[in-house]
C-alpha cells in the first residue's frame, strides 16, 4: 500500500477508533475494496490526515456538510468520533445551527435529532 493509504489508515483509526474501523475492514469485500482504498488514502489519508485545520474543526465541517446536504446516515459516526477529535455537544450544536441557517432547518432538525440520540448512547455506554 502506498505512503497515503497508511497514513489514512492510521488517522481514520485515530478519529473514528479501532473498533468502528476493525469491522469496516471485516465487512470489506473484493466488490467494495477499490472504493474503501480510494476513501482511506482520499478522505482519510489526503484531507483528514492534513494539518491546516484541527480534527475538531474538521468534525464540525463535516456533519455540517453532512446535515446540510442530507446524508444523514453518517451523522451518528461523525458525531461518535467527536469524543476523539475535541469537538463539543455545543460545536456540534453550532455546526447544526449554521446548516438551520444556510441550508435549511428541516435537515438541521433531523441531524440535531441524530446528534441527541447518538450523544444519549455515547453517554450511556461512558457509565
Do not use: C
Not at 36 to 50: C, K, P, R, V, Y
Not at 68 to 88: C, D, K, L, Q, Y
Request: no cysteine; aromatic share 6%; proline share 3%.
Amino acid at each position: 500500500m502506498s505512503d497515503r493509504f497508511d497514513a489514512g489508515m492510521a488517522t481514520r483509526r485515530a478519529v473514528l477508533g479501532d473498533a468502528h474501523v476493525a469491522r469496516a475492514e471485516a465487512a470489506k469485500t473484493a466488490f467494495d475494496q477499490p472504493f474503501q482504498d480510494m476513501i482511506t488514502e482520499g478522505a482519510w489519508g489526503t484531507l483528514w490526515s492534513d494539518d491546516t485545520i484541527s480534527r475538531r474543526d474538521r468534525s464540525m465541517l463535516t456533519l455540517a456538510l453532512l446535515a446540510a446536504t442530507g446524508n444523514f446516515e453518517e451523522i451518528p459516526m461523525h458525531v461518535r468520533a467527536t469524543a476523539r477529535t475535541g469537538a463539543s455537544p455545543d460545536d456540534i450544536m453550532q455546526a447544526f445551527l449554521h446548516v438551520a441557517v444556510y441550508a435549511g432547518v428541516p435537515k438541521a432538525n433531523h441531524a440535531i435529532k441524530l446528534a441527541k440520540r447518538t450523544l444519549a448512547e455515547m453517554e450511556a455506554e461512558a457509565t
